[in-house]
C-alpha cells in the first residue's frame, strides 16, 4: 500500500527547494545507444574522471533530441565540459527563448549559475567573482531574488553522487548514452558549485547591500510577554510604509528565510520572518506547534504599528509556514489582510497522525526543529538511523510508544503527541474550529499539487473554512506538483509520471501575483478564474470550478466483486450484486517477513506491488471521461478484531499496462465516523465503514484505460501497526495479534467516482 513522500518530507525545507529548483530542469531524454568510452579499462574513479571532458565530446558530436528544450538543456551541459563555453552561452539564450513562451519571469534568470560560469571559462577567469558581477549587473531586484533558489548546493552530497556515477563505470569499456548524460550532469553540477560556492557568500552580500536595507535578529513581542526574534528586508528605493509579506516558522535558517524576504522586498513589499518562541536566540525553549498561533498573532500587531509598514501584513509559506496561517488567522489579529498557504500541514490531521495513524517520517522532525536554537540537521539528516529504528521497532514487535527507547534517545513532543490518539482539545486549540473558521474573512489562496503529502491538510482547511463560512474568500489551486513545488517551481517530472506543458506554470511568481492583486488592486492571476482551479492531468488543459461538485457531472458507483474461481483479483462492476458474496482479506499481524517490504516511492508504476490487499480492477473504458473531484465509498464487511487500519489506493491501469496512483485514503477502522472518538468494531458482526478520499485529483482517462483498487490494512514498518485488540494502538504489542486478522468484504462494498463525461 502507500503512505505519503517521506523522504521528501523528511529534507529542510530549503535544501530540498534548493535541490528541486536545480534540477527540475534537467530531464536526460531517452537515448539507446552506446558509445566507447574510456579507451581502456580503469580501475580509478579519479582517472575515469579526468576523461569527462572528452566523453562529453564525444556525445555532442552525435546529440540531438526531438523535445527542443531537452536537448538545450542537455547541450549547455555538455558543452561546458567539453571546454566550449560561447556555445555554452548561446544554448543558454536559446533556452531562455523556449523557456519564455510558459514561464517569462523565469526565463531572464534560468541557468544563471552556468551563465556565470561559462562566462569566467569564457574570459579565462578561475575565479567566477567578476563573472558574478557581470551578471548581476544586468539583473534587477526581482530578477535577482529569483536567482536566489540556485544560489547554493549540498556540495557534499554533489560529490557522493558524482563518484557513485564514477564507479557505475569502473572496468567499463562502453557507456550507455544515458548514463553518460547522466555522468555529465553530475560532473557539471559540482565543478561549477566548487567553484562558486567558496566566494558566493561575500559576493550576495556586496550584491544585497546596495538593494536592500536588512535588519538582523529584530525583537518581536509574542503572546504573554514572550520575545521572539525576526528578520527584516527593506527595498533601499522604498519611499513610504509598504505591506508586510511575513513568513512565522520554526525552521531557523538565515539564507533560506532572507532569500523568501528578500524575494519580497523586490517586488516592493516589506519582506519578514519572525521565528517561533525559543528559536533563532529567542529566550525559551521550542515547542512546535502550540503557541505559533497566538505568538504570530502578537507579532502581527506589533508590525503593523512599524514605520516601515502601511498597517496591513499578509502571511505566506509552505507546509509549516502555513499552518502557523492558519493558526494565526485564528486569532484573528486586524492587520492580517490576505493569506497564501501552501501545501498546509494540519496539527492531528495529517501529521503527526493521519486519520488517527501515526506516521513515522515524522518521529525525526520534533528533534531537528526543537533540540536548539536553530536546527540539528546533523541528526535529521541521519537516514541510516531512521530507517535502523523503523525496522528494529517493526521486528521487534514492540509497542509504538516504545520508539525512543528502541532509537535509544527521548523524543518528548512525539511522546507528547502519543498520549493525543484522538483529535481532541490539544490538537484543536492549534488550528481554528467552528465559529473561528467563519470569523475568518480576509482572502485565501490555498495551492497543492497531486503529489503533495500534505494535500490532506489543505483540503481539511479549505473544507473546514467553506462550510463554516460559505461565502469565504478561499481560492483553490492545484496541479501536478509535490510537497516543495510551491516554493521552488513545477517540475516536468513528478514521481515517474511526465507532467503535462500546461502545467508548468510560474508558482514563485504567482505568489506576488496574488498579493499585488489582493493589497494593490492588480487583475487576479488568469490561472484563478474561479474557487477551484485545476489541471486536468493527461489532458493539457486547466479547469476551472465553483465548487467540488461541480468538478463532475456524475458519479459512477462501482462494486468490489469477488474473485473467480480460481482468480487472484476480483472486479469493480457496474451492476449491483445479485448474490452475496464475499471476498476474504487474511493477515497475519505477528508475522514479520515482510519487514524489508517497501511501499512504492513513485505513482506510475510498471507494475502493482500490494501488500496485505485485495486488488479489484474495472473492465477497460470504452470512452474517454475525466474523473475530477474526490471518490468516496461504503465499505460492508465481517471481521474477526475489534479495529484495523485502513488503506485504500485508486490507480489508473493505463492501456501500455501501467499504473498511475490517483488517490487514497487512509484511516482507522474505529475512527471512521469521528476522528475524535473512537468506536470499537465488533468481531463477527455486519458493519459498514463510509468514507471520503481527502486527496483531490484530476485526471483525463483514455479509452482501454482501467480503474483499479487495491483494498488493505497497514502492516507496515513506518507507521503504527493496530493489532486490533482494542487496547489503545500506541500501548498494542505484538503479543496482542492473536489470530490472523480476517475482513469479509461483501460486495456491496463499493466506491463512487466523480466523472466528467
Not at 485564528?330 to 490531521?349: C, D, E, F, Q, Y
Not at 485565501?444 to 479549505?462: C, E, I, P
Request: overall charge neutral.
Amino acid at each position: 500500500m502507500r503512505t505519503r513522500n517521506r523522504q521528501a518530507r523528511r529534507q529542510a525545507p530549503w535544501k530540498a527547494a534548493l535541490l528541486v529548483f536545480a534540477w527540475f530542469v534537467t530531464p536526460l531524454g531517452l537515448h539507446a545507444q552506446t558509445l566507447a568510452w574510456p579507451d581502456k579499462p580503469q580501475d580509478s574513479g579519479t582517472a575515469l574522471e579526468r576523461q569527462v571532458p572528452a566523453l562529453a565530446r564525444k556525445v555532442l558530436a552525435g546529440y540531438e533530441d526531438p523535445d527542443r528544450e531537452r536537448e538545450l538543456i542537455n547541450r549547455v551541459r555538455l558543452q561546458r565540459v567539453a571546454g566550449q563555453p560561447k556555445a555554452a552561452l548561446a544554448s543558454i539564450a536559446a533556452l531562455r527563448e523556449v523557456r519564455r513562451k510558459t514561464s517569462p519571469e523565469q526565463a531572464d534568470v534560468l541557468f544563471v549559475q552556468y551563465e556565470i560560469d561559462a562566462d569566467a571559462q569564457l574570459r579565462g577567469e578561475a575565479n567566477p567573482a567578476a563573472a558574478f558581477r557581470r551578471v548581476f549587473a544586468r539583473l534587477d531586484d526581482r530578477q535577482a531574488a529569483r536567482t536566489l533558489p540556485v544560489m547554493g548546493a549540498d556540495l557534499p552530497r554533489a560529490r557522493r553522487d558524482l563518484d557513485a556515477a564514477l564507479e557505475k563505470q569502473r572496468g567499463k569499456t562502453r557507456i550507455e548514452q544515458t548514463d553518460a548524460l547522466e555522468l555529465i550532469r553530475l560532473y557539471q553540477f559540482h565543478t561549477v558549485y566548487a567553484a562558486l560556492l567558496p566566494v558566493l557568500p561575500d559576493l550576495l552580500a556586496e550584491d544585497e547591500a546596495r538593494r536592500y536595507v536588512i535588519e538582523r535578529d529584530v525583537v518581536v513581542p509574542g503572546a504573554d510577554g514572550t520575545s521572539l526574534r525576526g528578520l527584516v528586508v527593506r527595498p533601499r528605493s522604498m519611499a513610504a510604509p509598504q505591506p508586510v509579506l511575513l513568513g512565522f516558522t520554526i525552521y531557523v535558517n538565515d539564507s533560506w528565510s532572507l532569500a523568501d524576504a528578500k524575494a519580497a522586498a523586490a517586488h516592493g513589499y516589506v519582506g519578514m520572518f519572525v521565528y517561533s518562541r525559543g528559536k533563532a536566540g529567542a529566550p525559551g525553549e521550542p515547542v512546535p506547534y502550540e503557541h505559533d498561533g497566538e505568538d504570530a498573532a502578537a507579532a502581527i500587531d506589533w508590525i503593523s504599528r512599524q514605520p516601515w509598514c502601511d498597517g496591513r501584513v499578509g502571511m505566506y509559506g509552505n507546509s509549516y509556514n502555513s499552518f502557523t496561517q492558519w493558526s494565526a488567522a485564528k486569532h484573528r489579529p486586524p492587520a492580517l489582510k490576505a493569506m497564501l498557504t501552501s501545501a498546509s500541514t494540519a496539527p492531528g490531521i495529517d501529521i503527526p497522525m493521519q486519520g488517527n495513524i501515526f506516521l513515522n517520517f515524522l518521529y525525526p522532525w520534533p528533534l531537528w526543529t526543537a533540540a536548539n536554537a536553530t536546527l540539528d540537521a546533523d541528526s535529521y539528516g541521519d537516514e541510516e538511523r531512521w530507517r535502523r529504528l523503523d525496522a528494529n521497532w517493526y521486528r521487534s514487535g514492540r509497542a509504538y510508544r516504545d520508539l525512543p527507547a528502541i532509537d535509544g534517545h527521548p523524543n518528548p513532543y512525539f511522546s507528547r503527541w502519543l498520549e493525543h490518539p484522538t483529535y481532541d482539545a490539544y490538537w484543536q486549540a492549534m488550528t481554528p474550529q467552528g465559529d473561528e473558521f467563519a470569523a475568518i474573512d480576509i482572502p485565501v489562496l490555498a495551492v497543492t499539487g497531486y503529489f503533495d503529502g500534505a494535500r490532506v491538510g489543505v483540503q481539511h482547511y479549505f473544507d473546514e473554512h467553506t462550510r463554516h463560512n460559505p461565502n469565504a474568500n478561499h481560492t483553490l489551486l492545484i496541479g501536478p506538483y509535490n510537497h516543495f513545488s510551491m516554493q521552488a517551481g513545477a517540475a516536468r517530472v513528478q514521481e515517474g509520471y511526465e507532467v503535462d506543458p500546461v502545467a508548468l506554470i510560474d508558482l514563485p511568481a504567482l505568489r506576488f501575483q496574488w498579493f499585488d492583486h489582493v493589497l494593490r488592486g492588480a487583475p487576479r492571476p488568469d490561472v484563478l478564474k474561479d474557487r477551484i482551479n485545476y489541471q486536468v492531468m493527461g489532458a493539457n488543459t486547466w479547469k476551472h470550478a465553483a465548487t467540488l461538485d461541480a468538478m463532475a457531472n456524475q458519479r459512477q458507483r462501482l462494486y468490489l466483486q469477488p474473485a473467480m474461481s480460481g482468480g487472484t483479483e476480483g472486479a469493480l462492476s457496474e451492476q449491483a450484486p445479485g448474490k452475496r458474496a464475499e471476498s476474504l482479506l487474511t493477515v497475519d499481524l505477528s508475522d514479520r517477513s515482510d519487514a524489508n517490504w517497501n511501499p512504492p516511492a513513485l505513482s506510475m508504476l510498471d507494475a502493482l506491488d500490494p501488500h496485505a490487499a485485495l486488488v479489484f480492477r474495472s473492465a477497460p473504458l470504452s470512452a474517454p471521461a475525466e474523473l475530477s473531484g474526490l471518490f468516496s465509498g461504503q465499505l460492508d464487511f465481517i471481521t474477526n478484531k475489534r479495529d484495523f487500519d485502513l488503506n485504500l489506493a485508486l490507480y489508473e491501469q493505463l492501456p501500455d499496462g501501467r499504473h498511475l496512483l490517483l488517490s487514497w485514503h487512509l484511516g482507522r477502522a474505529s475512527h471512521a465516523r469521528d476522528r475524535g472518538r473512537r468506536e470499537l468494531l465488533t468481531p463477527g458482526k455486519p458493519q459498514s465503514i463510509t468514507f471520503r478520499s481527502e486527496r483531490l485529483v484530476s485526471r483525463q482517462l483514455q479509452p482501454g484505460s482501467r480503474l483499479v483498487v487495491v483494498l488493505g490494512v497497514n502492516k507496515q514498518r513506518d507507521m503504527q501497526v493496530n493489532y486490533g485488540s482494542g487496547k489503545e494502538v500506541g500501548e498494542e504489542t505484538i503479543a496482542d495479534a492473536g489470530a490472523p486478522l480476517e475482513i469479509r468484504w461483501r460486495d456491496s462494498s463499493h466506491i463512487e467516482v466523480p466523472l466528467l463525461r
